[in-house]
């Protein structure tokens, strides 16, 4: 058995996480997710499953990134799928005791009561929930009736291969938004038979919870980044957005509007902004994310395209952007050179032309349509 190095216990535990960060260029990201995390109850934050793959092999690197959430005051449910006599032979209580993390295990036998009990019990003693999986059970109603039980919001698979791969690029399918992209994926030929499969298993955990989750799956070693940057480091998977489709501000709460689009774009929004026409609105129901837009001659321009920051990482820009292609063949939009989405946009647009104030983008326009659509969003007002 490894020994585990212990934390330096003058160093604040959140500094040990930002200082991790910063030095992986994440420390704003990792701030955000910090303050995030301390808003959910402590049940609920996340449950991470480990296979026996992971005991026997990388069970030292997800000890030491384990022990850092804890540190934050973060405790996850860790629910080890593994055989009883794998269990024993591995000692793993002794395991757990030495790092000091937890003393017992909490067998799969146990009733729902006895679960939320047990989870409640060890976070008040700011000890680790650890329970035991039979992998004869059923993974998919057990994790279901689990992430029901806690309310549970994110549940994380630790793998070896990092994710659902694309053997194409030989990398992990950063976000995958089952709405848009499950049937595609299941048939795709750089997707192996084994990750398809998984694949399957999160569509239907997900589809059967009965409150928003989304499930992650990344290596050991790469936790904390998966956890506290809003790239993440494995994949993502998730049942997408729900988008509204409306055409009049009468129909949206305007101050949580306005309260959206500041977060999103840092800076106040004039009331003056509200009296314009909006002929196109695409609203997350949860105000996360907006798309604006009007109509130009027979083309559309793109006002504002705005997500909130709880929103980072989980597609819902990306699931706005599809609602508008799908919708307008031919738009255009504008944006401040220096901002970070303007580098996005450039992946975006079919051309765009660059002013010392702006950045003008379009997509599907005529040669004919392109200079008066510059012409037409350098004039607009600001926002």
């Known amino acids: 058995m490894s020994e585990i190095i212990p934390f330096k216990k003058t160093v604040p535990p959140q500094d040990l ?7 992986a260029g994440h420390k704003k990201d990792a701030e955000f ?13 996340a449950i991470i499953v480990l296979e026996e793959e992971g005991l026997r092999d990388e069970f030292d690197s ?30 793993l209580e002794n395991y757990f005791k030495k790092a000091k993390l937890t003393s017992n295990v909490l067998s799969h036998e146990s009733t729902q009561d006895e679960k939320l ?46 994710g659902i791969i694309d053997h194409e690029t030989q990398t992990p399918i950063g976000l995958i938004n089952l709405k848009f992209e499950r049937d595609g994926l299941l048939v795709s030929p750089t997707v192996n038979d084994e990750d398809k499969l998984f694949l399957q298993i999160c569509d239907h955990i997900i589809r059967a919870c009965d409150h928003k989750l989304c499930i992650s799956i990344v290596s050991p070693n790469n936790l904390l980044r998966e956890l506290f940057t809003v790239k993440g480091a494995g994949s993502l998977i998730q049942l997408g957005s729900h988008i509204q ?10 101050h949580s509007l306005q309260k959206l689009l500041e977060i999103s774009l840092e800076k106040t929004i004039s009331p003056i902004f509200f009296r314009n026409k909006f002929d196109h609105i695409y609203l997350e129901e949860n105000y996360l994310g907006v798309a604006l837009l009007r109509n130009y001659q027979d083309m559309a321009y793109l006002m504002a395209f705005a997500v909130g920051t709880e929103a980072r990482g989980l597609g819902i820009g990306k699931d706005l952007w599809k609602e508008i292609c799908n919708h307008h063949k031919r738009f255009f939009w504008r944006s401040k050179p220096d901002k970070f989405i303007t580098h996005w ?4 647009c079919d051309g765009m032309h660059r002013t010392p104030e702006w950045t003008v983008f379009w997509r599907g326009l005529r040669p004919n349509e392109v200079s008066q659509a510059i012409e037409y969003a350098i004039g607009q007002a600001d926002d």
């Not at 997710?33 to 109850?41: D, H, P, R, V």
């Not at 806690?150 to 070896?160: A, C, N, Y």
């Not at 946009?345 to 975006?348: G, N, W």
């Open 62 to 91: 997800i000890l030491f990134e384990i022990r850092y959430l804890l540190r934050l005051s973060l405790y996850p449910v860790v629910l080890i799928r593994s055989t009883s006599d794998y269990m024993g032979d591995l000692e």
């Open 345 to 348: 946009y450039t992946k975006q």
């Open 33 to 45: 997710y910090i303050n995030l995390f301390s808003k959910t109850k402590a049940e609920s934050f």
């Open 17 to 23: 996480v930002l200082r991790f960060m910063h030095s």
């Open 117 to 162: 009990e047990f989870v409640e019990q060890r976070i008040r003693r700011r000890e680790l929930p650890v329970l035991h999986l039979d992998p004869q059970r059923d993974i998919i109603l057990e994790l279901t009736n689990l992430a029901n039980l806690l309310r549970t919001s994110k549940i994380i698979f630790l793998k070896r291969s990092g």
């Open 245 to 254: 489709m409306l055409s009049s501000l009468d129909q949206v709460d305007t």
